[in-house]
């Protein structure tokens, strides 16, 4: 994810991008720069690669397929505007070897601010910035939906994730122009928390900080800080003792709202119809929504990362489905054989075909309310954020507001699903600006 600080900041017209969700910059010279950095760095600081990298690259040139693809999907990118130059403006990653030696570099880092000659941005999944012209090409969607291919992938992001476990992962925690905790990053980051309400508050008034007088304000690591607490009466429960109340179980802001939506659908075409048995891992328990209703919302790095529940109910089944990592629907762009135009929305307007294939944690809840009965909480890790925790259990009863799991290390995507025949409405609309607050009221239901 990369988020640029001042999004009202008049770019050039040759620079701008629309990247719905700030997956990607609006201005790409943000990009450019942190990318070239990431290069220039590891040119100058050449050192061996990590174990689970040379494990990689072992794989990628001992298995034809996957060595054919990784070569293929660098030599793919088109000779032309505006594929003869990648995301950062520059063809500068050549191929798989220089590949490895970037991931390599950005073991060693969290994601920070950049401060670039056009503006200030801040990078937050870096192998995503590192693959996506090549992954929107034919070969890096067959390399990237290789189950082999994402068992390695797994590998390499938890080694990535034990990282940002480490004290070392907190330098970037900083009030340095390039840390969170310098003016822009907390800036930004309240704007955001700030968005649906009048009153503005300050960092320590909406989270909970460990030692708000200490380096870093207390937080330990990198995901330490990712994954912050909210103080309870910044986001409380919408009508607690209303059970006809849903409430939102993450602070996200609104994707997609379909209805009727099919057990089996072509979720991979344009316009990434739900596909329900897909979204659930073939589960039995998803026969339940033929019909039913799916709201779909996306997380950016500036928001709050935890889960809650949205209604009070017992936890039927919870569990995460592995699935992939950087697979980008083939219909964003490079492989597109009708348009040969790239869709600058890249994963992030691909969110109804993630909802099919990414890593994901599924949680069955049986509301107390009948008129609800069987509903679905489905949690999306795009990009870097594969650990998708749940921290409730099959059997728990929760109430509505209680926290069921977390995101962890970048942004993300979750679903809410209803079977056919339950009356819920008032569902915020896509097209909000802001996000809907955690615990906020999502919508409603009727009784029969």
């Given at each position: ?29 943000i ?102 012209y ?6 890096g969607?067959a390399?990237?939906?290789d ?58 008034d ?28 910044v986001?409380p ?16 802001k ?20 739900y ?16 019909g ?44 597109d ?12 307007t691909?969110?109804?075909y ?12 049986e ?14 890790g ?8 749940i ?27 209803f ?30």
């Amino acid at each position: 994810m990369v988020v640029q600080h001042g999004d009202a900041h008049e770019v050039p017209d040759e620079h701008r991008v629309h990247r719905p969700g700030s997956w990607l910059p609006t201005d790409n010279r943000i990009h450019r720069e942190w990318l070239g950095r990431q290069i220039e760095d590891s040119k100058n600081n050449p050192k061996e690669l990590v174990p689970v990298l040379k494990d990689f690259k072992s794989f990628i040139e001992n298995t034809s397929r996957v060595y054919m693809y990784f070569n293929s999907m660098f030599d793919e990118v088109p000779v032309k505007k505006p594929y003869n130059k990648d995301p950062t403006g520059h063809k500068q990653i050549r191929d798989y070897h220089h590949m490895l030696e970037i991931l390599n570099h950005t073991f060693t880092t969290a994601p920070h601010w950049t401060d670039a000659a056009a503006n200030v941005g801040m990078v937050g999944v870096p192998m995503c910035a590192i693959f996506d012209y090549p992954m929107g090409t034919a070969s890096g969607y067959a390399a990237f939906l290789d189950p082999e291919v994402n068992v390695h992938l797994k590998k390499i992001l938890n080694e990535w994730g034990k990282f940002l476990c480490t004290p070392k992962s907190a330098e970037v925690l900083g009030d340095s122009k390039q840390g969170w905790f310098g003016t822009i990053g907390v800036a930004d980051m309240m704007q955001v928390a700030n968005g649906p309400y009048q009153t503005q508050h300050t960092f320590e008034d909406f989270f909970v900080c460990p030692d708000p007088k200490a380096k870093h304000h207390g937080f330990r690591s990198w995901d330490d800080f990712f994954t912050r607490h909210f103080k309870p009466e910044v986001r409380p429960v919408a009508s607690p003792d209303d059970d006809s109340v849903i409430a939102n179980c993450c602070e996200s802001k609104v994707f997609a709202l379909q209805h009727n939506v099919k057990l089996r659908d072509r979720f991979w075409v344009k316009g990434q119809p739900y596909s329900i048995r897909d979204m659930l891992a073939h589960d039995e328990l998803a026969e339940n929504f033929a019909g039913g209703t799916v709201y779909q919302a996306f997380l950016s790095a500036m928001s709050y990362h935890r889960w809650h529940a949205p209604v009070s109910g017992t936890i039927k089944k919870a569990f995460v489905q592995d699935g992939t990592y950087f697979s980008e629907p083939l219909f964003e762009g490079l492989g597109d054989p009708k348009t040969e135009e790239i869709d600058v929305g890249g994963i992030s307007t691909g969110q109804g075909y993630l909802s099919a294939v990414a890593t994901r944690a599924i949680i069955f809840i049986e509301a107390d309310n009948p008129a609800i009965g069987l509903m679905a909480f489905v949690g999306i890790g795009m990009d870097e954020v594969s650990t998708c925790e749940i921290t409730v259990k099959e059997g728990y009863h929760v109430n509505k507001g209680d926290q069921t799991g977390m995101f962890h290390f970048g942004g993300s995507s979750h679903c809410l699903l209803f079977r056919n025949g339950v009356k819920v409405e008032g569902f915020p609309q896509p097209g909000r600006a802001e996000n809907v607050p955690v615990r906020g009221q999502l919508a409603t239901v009727k009784s029969s």
